[in-house]
């Protein structure tokens, strides 16, 4: 039998109402300037800017030994808004390790959950309370919230040591994007995709 660090059981205690998680141990926090490139509408997104740094999304993580064995746990709160017409959204991202899985799933508000592959399959998912979302090893993954008012809450869980990728993601953009068209988000191609811009 393999022989490794053996850690205890414990437990996770998600807050609904106040949309947090009893014992993370990291605590990450995205602003708009950590979404250069991402969105469609550049003139927008500088103007936006220039008035305020907005905090877009907030990773409450339970973290534990980066070995394959274990699971990595967490909280997401995506906020309401938008850029242009495009609706806040994670920077999204493959795993580094290419094959490993995810589940996803909705405690609160309403978004979709954007998903593609390198050979260019995509799939949008609607998350709402209750729904799981698997997202299966080579699948890029991507929240995107489409309520105007509410924060978009979802618990997921991975392979510990499974890691985030967002080379490429920064690069090409998804194939596709969610954009509010008088009143209705629609999904739609990505005029900007693949028109690799090096932003590092
Ligand atoms: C999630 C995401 C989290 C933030 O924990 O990392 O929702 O999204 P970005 O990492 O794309 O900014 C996950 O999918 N982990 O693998
Ligand atoms: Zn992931």
Not at 55 to 64: G, P
Not at 89 to 97: A, D, E, Q, S, V
Not at 174 to 179: D, H, P, Q, S, Y
Request: a negative charge; aromatic letters at 12%.
């Amino acid at each position: 039998m393999r022989v490794k660090n053996v850690i205890e059981p414990f437990v996770i205690k998600i807050n609904i109402e106040e949309e947090i998680i009893n014992n993370y141990n990291e605590h990450i926090i995205n602003r708009l300037s950590n979404m250069k490139n991402l969105y469609l509408n550049e003139n927008v997104y500088e103007e936006m800017l220039k008035e305020e740094d907005k905090l877009l999304y907030e990773v409450y993580l339970k973290t534990v030994l980066e070995d394959p064995g274990e699971l990595i746990q967490g909280l997401t709160i995506l906020y309401p808004g938008k850029v242009g017409n495009e609706f806040f959204m994670t920077k999204g991202h493959f795993h580094r390790i290419f094959y490993t899985s995810e589940i996803y799933f909705c405690l609160k508000g309403r978004g979709i959950l954007l998903m593609e592959t390198t050979n260019g399959n995509w799939k949008a998912e609607e998350m709402k309370p209750g729904i799981i979302i698997y997202v299966p090893g080579q699948w890029a993954h991507r929240c995107i919230n489409i309520d105007k008012t509410d924060n978009l809450v979802t618990f997921f869980c991975t392979r510990a040591d499974s890691g985030h990728d967002y080379k490429l993601i920064e690069q090409k953009g998804f194939r596709k994007l969610t954009v509010d068209k008088d009143n209705v988000p629609i999904i739609i191609d990505n005029p900007k995709w693949n028109k690799c811009k090096n932003i590092l």
